[in-house]
């Protein structure tokens, strides 16, 4: 079964920095998209960057020149890395995979458990 860990989250002043990481465990036979999500209390989950399985990357307006999504493919990661954090960026983070699983063609989407970013200004 795939799983998607995170790790990286947390409380930093604005400004600064953090980096964020997903590993994805289980067997994947074809993965499409990877890439993180972000939800603010009382607001809907947007896309925050995704990289495509031909190593195009998509980043939200929000935060463009300001964070970095990177991948390997080999060691099942994906990495977001924050600069410039604003009090806006506060949310809860989520590692996104759009993925065939192991034995199928079908893909699937999987989602982390989400981590805390809190950006005090």
């Known amino acids: 079964q795939v799983q998607l860990v995170e790790s990286g989250g947390g409380l930093v002043q604005s400004g600064g920095s953090l980096r964020l990481s997903c590993v994805f465990t289980g067997s994947i036979s074809r993965m499409h998209v990877m890439g993180w999500y972000r939800q603010a209390p009382g607001k809907q989950r947007d896309l925050v960057a995704r990289?495509?399985?031909?190593?195009?990357?998509d980043y939200a307006d929000s935060v463009k020149g300001r964070f970095t999504i990177s991948g390997d493919k080999t060691k099942n990661t994906v990495v977001l890395q924050m600069n410039s954090l604003k009090p806006e960026d506060t949310a809860v983070y989520y590692c996104?995979?759009?993925?065939?699983?192991?034995?199928?063609?079908?893909?699937?989407?999987?989602w982390g458990q989400g981590t805390q970013v809190t950006v005090s200004s």
């Open positions: 990289i495509v399985s031909d190593g195009r990357t």
């Open positions: 996104y995979l759009n993925a065939a699983p192991g034995g199928s063609s079908v893909p699937r989407i999987y």
